[in-house]
């Protein structure tokens, strides 16, 4: 998987290409369109962050407030065709689904760290030990009032 770098030079050099996608007429407008998906990714220095923990980005930036106002800044006042338009209604149907909001929220609220995953292992097997014992105790109870019978 490809990661996006981007450093100092990465404004004037995606700057200067997506001047040249505006000037040519039969260029593709690829370069815009990307810088500015990425525009609508990032709005604050946190969001920078967790592209860069998640390894979307790489960013050579001293910090990632500087990362951001360079992105932002990219895409001001430049109309765009989004050629991602499909990939980008995809991402937006999944994230306001119901599923991937649920399985987040019980994640970061009850498998934020190991103990909780240990804690839920050991109480699936006392559940299922239990369930075990209770169906011998039910047979053995069963068995043995029809042999008295």
């Not at 599923?99 to 109480?123: C, D, E, M, Q, R």
């Not at 239990?130 to 043995?144: C, E, M, N, P, R």
């Amino acid at each position: 998987m490809s990661k996006a770098m981007i450093s100092d030079d990465s404004e004037y050099i995606l700057g200067n290409l997506i001047v040249y996608e505006h000037t040519q007429l039969l260029v593709e407008r690829y370069v815009t369109s990307y810088v500015c998906a990425m525009d609508m990714l990032i709005n604050t220095p946190e969001d920078v962050a967790l592209l860069v923990k998640s390894k979307v980005l790489v960013s050579f930036f001293g910090s990632n407030e500087e990362a951001a106002d360079m992105i932002n800044k990219l895409c001001k006042n430049i109309p765009f065709t989004m050629y991602y338009k499909q990939q980008w209604e995809e991402m937006d149907v999944y994230y306001n689904s119901y599923w991937p909001h649920t399985l987040a929220g019980l994640k970061s609220t009850y498998f934020n760290n190991p103990w909780s995953i240990i804690a839920l292992v050991a109480a699936f097997v006392l559940f299922a030990l239990t369930v075990v014992q209770t169906i011998f105790t039910i047979k053995s109870a069963y068995g043995t009032s029809v042999a008295s019978n």
